[in-house]
């Protein structure tokens, strides 16, 4: 006859280990894409506006002669005093600019003017050929 066999039973553990993730790929696909944006931007001042602080009232040069451009709340125009149409403002500018080429343009918006009119304003004006071009603080001590 035969050895008894033991009467306990072997069971096998179905507990598994949690996979080893490694860090090491994560961290080259991380990298990868920080180089791929830093070569792709562009750290260049595109379509940038220069503009120049107002003269103070002891510097020489002050505002005497410059053209005055008002921005009312309502999005009408005011050049030195005297209503202008949008349409029409280029063409006064270069005329502007003619007379004298170094003319200088302040651009003073109402309180509750949108700043994208105060950038169409600006652009108008380079593109009327006006280099030098100051955004004033607007009417009534009001940004």
Known sequence: M??????????RSNATRRPYISLTPLIDVVFILL????????????????LRAP??????????????LRIGGDGSLDLNGRPVARSGLQARLRDAVRARPEAR??????????MQDAIDLLDAARNAGLDRVQLLRGAGGQR
């Open 2 to 11: 035969s050895a008894p066999r033991s009467s306990t039973l072997k069971l």
């Open 35 to 50: 180089v791929f944006f830093m070569l792709a931007s562009s750290f260049l001042d595109w379509r940038a506006i220069e």
């Open 55 to 68: 003269a103070t009232a002891g510097t020489s040069g002050g505002e005497t002669g410059a053209l005055l």
């Open 105 to 114: 343009l302040l651009i003073q918006p109402a309180a509750g003017v949108a």
